[in-house]
């Protein structure tokens, strides 16, 4: 659906070039939510702006719907740019214009009829949420109610792509909710496929399928979030899952440490008292958590095994055997 192959994007010259992107390379699949997380000046809004080329990269290859981007006539990129809606942190909705007039924008520009234009703007103000604000000016919202009505213009022209820069970092956490789950719910109900950038780890954890993690410009990190996040070692993992100083320092005498990533069905088994009464080790909790990445259970435990040695390395192989992560170093 969307294809980034080896873009750079440099900006400005000589001694004043800056490099934004460097090699990026990314697939955003139909009908998925793809988010890109990193740090603020990693290159995240420099990246989704390459897409519909607000910004022309330096270098490589942008695909949208098997078209080659960089190689379309204005005309085209004006058409294929109807088929990719935006929304962004700070709303940008015209203040002189009402909620129904911010909308219907788009539709004026691509030269809709009056009445389908009406008809169209109600539909979408009901969607998001907004059916009774019709003729309030964007001053009289909350950020919430802002979001909800760059939504709905960027969905007015019935684009098959959202791209989304930070849509929900000026919000606060229960309003932040309540505009991902409507992201997710037009996902779902109209396909539309959604790229989103975002510094916030609870934002890919809630909607995101996959996820790239860029950092200065590159790409570091790219799989299913789910995946990503329940295997040790990886960026989103250590970003889900800090390991706060206290427990670090804290050691059961004569104990074994282990690390537990559940995913999934390994997610829905009492482990820790299969452990106890197979093995007859007893487990030390030292931190855990579980919760939801998208559809999936995703869990995490960090635990000390005691016991006489044999039952240790009894329950030890008996997690290996499971597929689950070995005993780790204590810190
Ligand atoms: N128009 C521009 N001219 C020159 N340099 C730019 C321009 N836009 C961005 N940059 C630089 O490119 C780098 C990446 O910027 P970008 O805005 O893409 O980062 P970001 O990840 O979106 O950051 P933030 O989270 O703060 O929005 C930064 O070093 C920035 O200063
Ligand atoms: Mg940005």
Redesign the pocket.
Known sequence: MIELRGVS?V??RGEQA????RNVSLRVEYGEIFGVL??????????I?CVNLL?RPTGGEVRVDGKDMLSLSPAALREARQGIGMIF?HFNLFNSRTVAGNVAWPLEVAGWPRERIQERVEELLALVGLADKARAYPAQLSGGQKQRVGIARALAPRPRILLS??ATSALDPETTRSVLGLLRDINQKLGLTILL?T?QMEVVKSICDSVAV?EQ?RVVEQGKAVDLIARPGTRLHELCYPTPAPVAGIAVPGGRRVELSLVGENSTQPILTTLARRFGVDAWLLEGSMERVGETRVGRLLFELTGPPEAVDGALGFLREQGLTPEVPRV
């Open positions: 994007k900006y400005g800056v490099t934004a992107l990193g740090q603020s000046g990693a290159g995240k809004s420099t990246l702006r910004e942190q820069d930070e950038i510094h860029l410009g």
